[in-house]
């Protein structure tokens, strides 16, 4: 009965390992992350009525950018080999694919949103969102 009980334990163990979601399974977690984070920010961009919403998916998407911006830099350390590798890892793949369609519908949701550029609020977010990047 012990003997059976180890047996099972230890499947379990394996099956919950197996399914953690292999080596790079905190990037993938951090990469849906962010493309949610994205599509969040696109979707309010395009629902957008006036400069004071634009204003406020701006700072909502830099507020929740500051949030994962050391997850996506710890992956540097944790993972030298992917700076030399020309595409993900198999396992990233469908990750990155999602990010860059994702990236684009923000390039386009981008440009709805040129007409609130000139509003000083707009200005600002804008501004404190390229900050983030240095």
Do not use: W
């Not at 050391?70 to 990750?95: N, V």
Request: hydrophobic share 40%; net charge positive; aromatic share 6%.
């Amino acid at each position: 009965m012990k003997k059976n009980l180890v047996m099972l334990l230890s499947l379990v163990l394996l099956f919950g390992v197996a399914c953690s979601g292999g080596k790079y399974g905190d990037i993938k977690d951090a990469l849906n992350d962010l493309i949610d984070m994205q599509e969040e920010y696109i979707n309010t961009i395009q629902k957008a009525q006036a400069a004071g919403d634009v204003a406020s998916a701006i700072n909502r998407y830099a507020d929740r950018f500051i949030q994962i911006k050391p997850r996506l830099e710890s992956f540097e350390q944790k993972y030298p080999e992917l700076k030399k590798q020309k595409e993900p890892p198999a396992e990233l793949k469908e990750s990155f694919e999602r990010l860059t369609k994702s990236a684009e519908r923000l390039a386009t949701a981008s440009m709805t949103m040129l007409k609130y550029l000139n509003d000083p609020e707009v200005q600002k977010a804008t501004e404190r969102l390229k900050n983030l990047n240095k």
